[in-house]
């Protein structure tokens, strides 16, 4: 693969992040492999048949299409391993009847960031780093940090302080990595990592282009699991979007090597009070950040770095990008429950915005879609709890029966609504 800007198109250093003559973030480009799509994807079947680790992984599966690192290098979790499913629950809440869940929440650390920390890590084991270093709402934060002890490198993330639910501090504590909480939000944390980079040092932001290699890898898997018949829409929430450029280009490549024949439209989802993205593609010009304000708080960024390479997919895609307010979120995450699916707040953006983009008949009824889960249930239960809690349509609260007379009662009501 080749290092260029994805601004100037400059060719870049092998491990460069950002352009040396214009400051753009760098992207790396597959250069010509001889496209025999058939044999790709027997190659790929043939993978998940194999017990070794790097057959297994839903990322190191597609290597073809990946950056070369060498096999003692390669730090694997068995990442992107992930299911496709059904969801009519989810299509009733939206009023849609093909819709299914591209669950990311099902990796190793529960979030979608496991498939592009496994090449990252990788290739800052094979250039010899010290210490791997993040800004994070928190998944990126657990996610390097897991990695980065199974690779025996020093993570530092850095947080804003109370912004992070308590599952992925908890889980970036138990894997070992030094968190530093600081005054501010993520968008302070992100310009203050830029300044990092060095030798010995590195940022495993989505900034990073060897994370957005294993994240265009969802899409290669969405693909195999659907015998790569290519949905109509890809609906996912976008933050700091290095996941909407990732997707967006596994889909560009799929269909330049022959695998597919189209591109799926994408439909990026914000959260009302984080939309800088949702407004450009409104109004046009430049972005414009935000002092980002959401209950999503994976989502709460106001100035994301790669808007520009994500605008470039959703345009070639003939796709959108909307907000939603976050009690659609809310509605739309338990509704996901009810399907025996659970995600965290953010990842609901996607119904939240299906429901959206339905009742303005800019999805139609019939047209395949999925939704983009980017992270688990389990990454924030207070917020479910809280939910739960409440009044709102879905809430489902504790109940306390009085004596087994009750209890009988209960479960006799419950078994009703199936007579
Ligand atoms: N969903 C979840 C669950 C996330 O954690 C994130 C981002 C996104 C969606 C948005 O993805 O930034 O690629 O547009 N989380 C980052 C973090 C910022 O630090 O964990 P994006």
Redesign the pocket.
Known sequence: MVSVCSECGARAPGDAIFCPACHGLVVLQLEAIAPDAAALRRTFAERRLSNAAIDRSGVWRFRELLPSIPDECVVTLRENDVPLYAAPGGGDFADATAVAYLHL?MNPTG???DAGMTVAVSHAKACGTWVAV??????????MAAYAARAGMAAVVIVPAGGVSES?LVQTLDYGATVAAIEGD?DRALAMIRTFESDRVAIL??VNPYRIEG?KCAAFALLEASDWRVPDWLV???????????LGKGFREALALGLTTRLPRIA?VQASGAAPFARLFREGGELVPVKAETD?T??K?GA?A?WKK?LAEVRVSNGVAIAVDDSEIADARAAIGRDGVG??P??A?SLAGLRRLRRSATIARDENVVLVL??HLL?DTAYAAQYHASGAPFANAVVRPKDARALRDLIERAGAVHA
């Open positions: 929440g979030s979608f960031k993040c800004a994070s709402t928190g998944n990126t934060a657990a996610s992925k993520f932001n989505s994240q996912l929430p976008g933050g700091n979007l290095g996941n909407t450029s990732a990026v999503a994976a989502i960024i994301p790669s994500a995600c965290e953010a990842s953006a980017t992270g990454k």
